[in-house]
């Protein structure tokens, strides 16, 4: 937003390196933006989490969007306190250096249902919708903001042509596309991604 980045879409192993790698400042990413929760994607959230609660002395205020559960896979907001609340992997988090605020939201994964707004503010919207990546709850996001728009995919098997309608005038889409090679890769993979 104005040249600072304030968004982070997904957060899986090695993203808190890059970042720092990249020089991005993390002091100002006040949303994460999360398509699904296999590890892939979610792995480096809770390191992320810390540097922004070692960055300096305030508390951390972040917004955390992402699928609602079903099966095997917890909502976003079971997945967050199981990793920040008082039972977490990392409950001693919220106390070790400054107090941390995270809002999260849960957004439905129902495939029947169109895009929905998630989050307006200063110009800056943020759309969500369900994405096929077989039993996973997964979706994909539009973020637009000053007349400019850009469309995350996140994995999906592309069955549908809800993404084609998220994405439609946008001036960049990242597309998840995996190379199932050799051809006859288990099948399991075929019903999670586009080949």
């Known amino acids: 937003v ?47 989490v810390k540097s922004r609660d070692l960055f300096d002395d305030k508390p951390v205020n972040l917004q955390i969007f ?23 992997a990392f409950a001693y988090l919220p106390s070790f250096r400054n107090e941390l605020k995270l809002a999260v939201e849960d957004v439905p994964t129902d495939l029947s249902a169109g895009p929905r707004i998630v989050l307006e503010r200063s110009g800056l919207v943020v759309t969500a919708v369900a994405v096929d990546h077989d039993d996973v709850p997964a979706l994909a996001y539009r973020v637009e903001h000053n007349g400019h728009s ?36 288990p099948a399991n993979l075929y019903a999670l991604h586009t080949a």
């Open 2 to 48: 104005g040249g600072t980045p304030t968004i982070l879409v997904d957060v899986g192993p090695g993203s808190f390196l890059r970042l720092g790698q990249l020089g991005v400042a993390t002091d100002k990413l006040e949303t994460v933006l999360l398509t699904h929760l296999h590890i892939d994607h979610v792995g480096d959230l809770a390191g992320f």
């Open 150 to 185: 850009v469309v995350f995919s996140g994995d999906l098997a592309s069955r549908q042509a809800r993404i084609a309608e998220l994405a439609k005038a946008a001036d960049v889409l990242v597309y998840d596309a995996a190379v199932l090679d050799p051809p006859g890769s």
């Open 66 to 88: 992402g699928p609602t559960g079903a099966g095997l896979y917890p909502s976003t907001s079971a997945f967050v306190d199981r990793l920040f609340g008082a039972q977490g």
